[in-house]
């Protein structure tokens, strides 16, 4: 079983929808947690990060870290058509080495 | 934004030819990553180090080989490229004490 677990998807959604990602994982010592985005032929970008539990927002992109349930969650809301890429969550026990996801590939229609 | 630069951004070789991608980072970080993405899965860490002179291998083995004489440099290098190592590359810096690492935009590497 691996670490953290994440649907590939693809996830279509029209424009203008809110878009839930999820991921799981199994080890309970991780500490912080990471959105990354990443469009086809690039390198990821930091979108949101978490340390420890807790909401945080930014526009409209909102991450939830629920330590309970070892389930880490992005939302986006107003959904536009450059939205549309691969989402990665990552976490770490301390501030340096990440485990990945597999991502979450997101198609935004308009 | 970050200033991570990886070259080439595409690379096409021929079996048993030597190989190196390059890393450089204009931010100071004195911590540095490679990692190996194939299409569908997650980002496996290959290589990292800490500083110059520390090099330490990552949870995926590779037959990679990186150096780390200067800060803001880390090269990975292929002695015998093989088609098994067709892959994409990706660098990473990040500040010693934060988590947040900052990506190059990769080199797609396809060894025939």
């Known amino acids: 079983q691996k670490e953290v677990e994440q649907d590939p998807g693809p996830l279509s959604v029209p424009e203008g929808a809110i878009v839930s990602l999820n991921c799981t994982y199994s080890?309970?010592?991780?500490?912080?947690f990471m959105w990354y985005r990443q469009y086809s032929r690039k390198g990821p970008e930091l979108l949101m990060y978490?340390?420890?539990?807790g909401n945080k927002e930014d526009g409209r992109f909102t991450a939830q870290v629920d330590k309970s349930s070892k389930y880490i969650s992005l939302f986006i809301r107003d959904s536009q058509p450059s939205d549309s890429a691969t989402y990665l969550c990552?976490?770490?026990?301390?501030?340096?080495?990440?485990?990945f996801g597999t991502g979450t590939r997101l198609q935004v229609t308009l | 934004e970050a200033d991570i630069y990886q070259t080439p951004r595409y690379l096409v070789i021929g079996t048993g030819k030597k190989i190196t991608l390059e890393c450089s980072q204009t931010?100071?970080?004195?911590?540095m990553y490679w990692y190996q993405q194939d299409p569908g899965m997650e980002l496996h860490l290959i290589h990292y180090?800490?500083?110059?002179?520390?090099?330490e291998k990552g949870d995926l083995s590779s037959e990679s080989t990186v150096s780390r004489i200067r800060t803001e440099h880390f090269p990975l290098t292929l002695e015998s490229a093989r088609p098994s190592h067709t892959s994409q590359y990706l660098c990473?810096?990040?500040?010693?004490?934060?988590?947040?690492?900052?990506f190059g935009a990769g080199t797609r590497l396809s060894v025939l």
């Open positions: 990473a810096s990040s500040e010693s004490g934060s988590g947040i690492q900052y």
């Open positions: 080890n309970s010592a991780f500490q912080y």
């Open positions: 978490t340390y420890s539990s």
């Open positions: 990552a976490m770490s026990l301390t501030a340096s080495k990440l485990t």
């Open positions: 931010m100071g970080h004195d911590k």
């Open positions: 180090s800490y500083g110059v002179n520390s090099t």
